[in-house]
C-alpha cells in the first residue's frame, strides 16, 4: 500500500496543472461549476473530460461532444487488453471495480506490476487508484475556485501535454516501445485534421502495427 501511494505521488504532481485546467475550463464553459465538476468522477479521464467540456461550452451538439470524447477515450481500451491477463487472476469485485481507475497514469505503474503476486498487486493498485481519485476531484474542485485567478502567462495549458510526454517517456525501455511512440506520435500529428479526434485514434493504431512490427523484427 505504501509503494503504491509513494509510486503514485511523482504523476499526481505532475498532474496538478492539468487539474486546474480542467477546474478553469468549467468555469469558461457556462454550463455550470456544479455539473462541471461531476465530470471528474463520472469520466476520470482528464483529456476526455476537458474536451467533453471545452466543445460543449463552445456550443456543440451534445452527441458530437461525447461522440469525440470517446474516441479519444479509445486508449482506454487498449490499457484494458494489455491489463487483462493480470486482472483475470483477481477477485470479481476487483474486475468490476478497478477498470473505473485505469487512466493513463495508473496503466503506467500497474503495467510494471503485472507480474507481482496477486494480492500484492491488488493492494498496490487500489492504494495508486484511490490516490488518483481523491487527487482528480478535489483538485478540480480548487481548480473552479484560483483558475480564474491565474494569470494567463502561466501557461497551464502546456503542462497538459508534458504530463502526457512524461509518462510515455516513463515506460519507453525496449527499442519496439520507443518505435510505437515516435511514429504513432507522427501519425497523430498528420491526421490531426480528421474531424472528431480521430487522429488520435488513428495514430494509436497506426503506432501499435508499427510497434508490433518493430517487436517480430527484434525477435528475429
Same mark, same amino acid.
Given at each position: 500500500?505504501?509503494?503504491?501511494?509513494?509510486?503514485? %505521488?511523482? @504523476? !499526481?504532481?505532475?498532474?496538478?496543472?492539468? *487539474?486546474? #485546467? /480542467?477546474?478553469?475550463?468549467? +468555469?469558461?464553459?457556462? $454550463?455550470?461549476?456544479?455539473?462541471?465538476?461531476?465530470?471528474?468522477?463520472?469520466?476520470?479521464?482528464?483529456?476526455?473530460? %476537458?474536451? @467533453? !467540456?471545452?466543445?460543449?461550452?463552445?456550443? *456543440?451538439? #451534445? /452527441?458530437?461532444?461525447?461522440? +469525440?470524447?470517446?474516441? $479519444?477515450?479509445?486508449?482506454?481500451?487498449?490499457?484494458?487488453?494489455?491489463?487483462?491477463?493480470?486482472?483475470?487472476?483477481?477477485?470479481?469485485?476487483?474486475?468490476?471495480?478497478?477498470?473505473? *481507475?485505469?487512466?493513463?497514469?495508473?496503466?503506467?505503474?500497474?503495467?510494471?506490476?503485472?507480474?507481482?503476486?496477486?494480492?500484492?498487486?491488488?493492494?498496490?493498485?487500489?492504494?495508486?487508484?484511490?490516490?488518483?481519485?481523491?487527487?482528480?476531484?478535489?483538485?478540480?474542485?480548487?481548480?473552479?475556485?484560483?483558475?480564474?485567478?491565474?494569470?494567463?502567462?502561466?501557461?497551464?495549458?502546456?503542462?497538459?501535454?508534458?504530463?502526457?510526454?512524461?509518462?510515455?517517456?516513463?515506460?519507453?525501455?525496449?527499442?519496439?516501445?520507443?518505435?510505437?511512440?515516435?511514429?504513432?506520435?507522427?501519425?497523430?500529428?498528420?491526421?490531426?485534421?480528421?474531424?472528431?479526434?480521430?487522429?488520435?485514434?488513428?495514430?494509436?493504431?497506426?503506432?501499435?502495427?508499427?510497434?508490433?512490427?518493430?517487436?517480430?523484427?527484434?525477435?528475429?
Amino acid at each position: 500500500m505504501k509503494r503504491g501511494i509513494t509510486d503514485a %505521488l511523482p @504523476l !499526481i504532481v505532475s498532474a496538478i496543472p492539468f *487539474a486546474l #485546467v /480542467v477546474g478553469l475550463a468549467i +468555469t469558461e464553459s457556462g $454550463i455550470g461549476n456544479l455539473l462541471g465538476w461531476s465530470t471528474a468522477p463520472l469520466i476520470f479521464a482528464g483529456a476526455a473530460q %476537458l474536451t @467533453l !467540456i471545452t466543445l460543449l461550452g463552445s456550443g *456543440a451538439a #451534445v /452527441v458530437a461532444a461525447i461522440t +469525440t470524447a470517446l474516441v $479519444i477515450n479509445v486508449r482506454h481500451v487498449m490499457y484494458s487488453g494489455a491489463m487483462a491477463p493480470t486482472f483475470q487472476k483477481q477477485p470479481r469485485w476487483f474486475r468490476w471495480v478497478a477498470p473505473y *481507475a485505469l487512466i493513463d497514469q495508473l496503466f503506467a505503474l500497474a503495467v510494471l506490476r503485472k507480474d507481482d503476486d496477486p494480492k500484492d498487486f491488488r493492494t498496490y493498485y487500489l492504494a495508486a487508484a484511490i490516490s488518483f481519485i481523491i487527487f482528480w476531484n478535489t483538485t478540480v474542485a480548487l481548480g473552479l475556485l484560483i483558475g480564474p485567478v491565474v494569470p494567463e502567462t502561466w501557461n497551464l495549458e502546456f503542462a497538459v501535454p508534458v504530463m502526457f510526454v512524461g509518462i510515455v517517456v516513463m515506460a519507453l525501455d525496449r527499442y519496439p516501445k520507443v518505435v510505437a511512440a515516435v511514429v504513432g506520435a507522427g501519425a497523430s500529428y498528420v491526421f490531426a485534421g480528421l474531424p472528431n479526434r480521430s487522429g488520435l485514434l488513428a495514430g494509436a493504431v497506426i503506432g501499435i502495427i508499427a510497434g508490433v512490427i518493430a517487436d517480430r523484427a527484434a525477435r528475429q
